[in-house]
């Protein structure tokens, strides 16, 4: 079953297309991957699909909700963990993860339970009573990523969560991630190219705003009549091998 | 329930600075001392009330309130650069839960900081009455206004631009214009022309009625501090609402 179904998505701010008549579909479950360079218009498409900007023309419907009808609806089933690390500075792990499960509605017995989950999971034990603003990069990635599971989102957006991460925080993030790979549908965005290969199960390339290819590495690698990611990636990005 | 959980993680990200605890509650009894001071050395014969404690009080409550703009500024704009605002826009969040969540907090704040002031302002010399919880709830009140230019400059400006337009420059505004600091009165012209167009002197106005009891002269002061709020208020909202949507400020 579907978990996402874009049609002829478009996004343009006046005379530049941000992203151009988009069509795809990601299954439940799966973990996809949008890669582009700078400016292809991933970070736009993540956000129309989790309802931060409207379209200008197209649709998209995630779980059976339209993001242009019924947005509120859209937003009850998803979080997103943003290319910053959006965490709030002052509050600590476990107030900063409480806050945002209360704000998906979850009762305080609940918020506390997911909380320690949460702590548990990504490995924030340690720095529980610690200020966000206090933590290191790689911890404020994880705890990024633990607010946006605590909702127990259906769909959830990372949008280059390892960002400036060192060699082994990312591993121990790519760990996490892959722990979640069935249960939740996953769209991430990345110019990690290995982090791809390790986690997704297909991979959307975008090029000036269109999805240039869909398919697994191999599908790509096969189509561009390349021996690897990477030089797939340059091939469909409009590069020279 | 999610505009109580916002706020109150609003004023814990307020509250756990100090800058913001010294000039949120601090300052205004700073000022007050100093004040004080300077009224104590002008000789009984110049016959200058300007700086004495009746005039004092509400030109302080309503001056320590227009840190409430800087506050909401900093903070709104510090949660948009930072992206959290960006976390919470995904999140089953209305723009109302955003915008109460944004100013309960900062009426809280504004509560205690004109009972604190006005409370000092007592052993100063200030009679004390029933009228300074009715000043103290009109003082919260007028603070709206400030909280109103805060979600505003907030919505629009990086936190920088916040620190200069609402930390330097609404302050001072506030401050010369309302005749805290230099007696308006006594100046005339086109500076009392200025100063009573802008709600500031007002809002003192409003406070000063209040604890003098001369109730009567309170409402025509406070209508005019309130229409200014109103349409800073929508002005913020409409700005916000944009911001939520994703649409360019």
Known sequence: MNAITITNLSKKYGGFTAVDNLNLTIEQGELFALLGINGAGKTTTIKMLSCL??????????????VREHPQAVKEKINISPQETAV???????????????IYGQDIKTAKEMTEEMVSQFGLDGVRNK???QLSGGMQRRLSI?????????VLFLDEPTLGLDVLARRELWASIQA????VTIVLTTHYLEEVEALSDRIGIMANGKLAAVGTVAELTEQTGTNKLEDAFVVLSGGAV | MRIILFAKRNIKEILRDPINLFFGLGFPLILLVLLSVINASIPPEANNPMFSIENLAPGLAMFGT????????????????SSFLMRLFASPMTSFDFILGYTL?????????????????CIAGLELTGNLLLAILVTMLTSLLFVGFGLLFGSLLNDKAVGGICGALLTNVAGWLSGVFIPIDLIGGAFKKAAEIL?????????????DGNFVEILPHLIIVLGYTIVIFILAIIVFHRRMSGDKA
């Open chain 1, 180 to 183: 979640l790979k069935g249960k």
């Open chain 1, 131 to 133: 200020k966000a603003k």
């Open chain 2, 66 to 81: 227009a840190f409430m703009a800087l506050f909401t500024g900093m903070l709104v704009s510090k949660d948009r650069t």
């Open chain 1, 146 to 154: 633990a607010m946006a599971l605590i909702s127990n989102p259906q």
């Open chain 2, 199 to 211: 709600p500031f002197y007002h809002s003192v106005q409003a406070i000063k009625a209040t604890l």
């Open chain 1, 53 to 66: 900007i409207k379209p200008t023309s197209g649709n998209a419907v995630l779980l059976g909700d339209s």
């Open chain 1, 88 to 102: 709030a500075a002052n509050l600590s792990v476990i107030e900063n993860l409480e806050l945002t499960a209360g």
């Open chain 2, 105 to 121: 907090p900062m009426l809280v704040m504004s509560l205690a900081q004109a009972a604190i002031t006005l409370l000092a302002s």
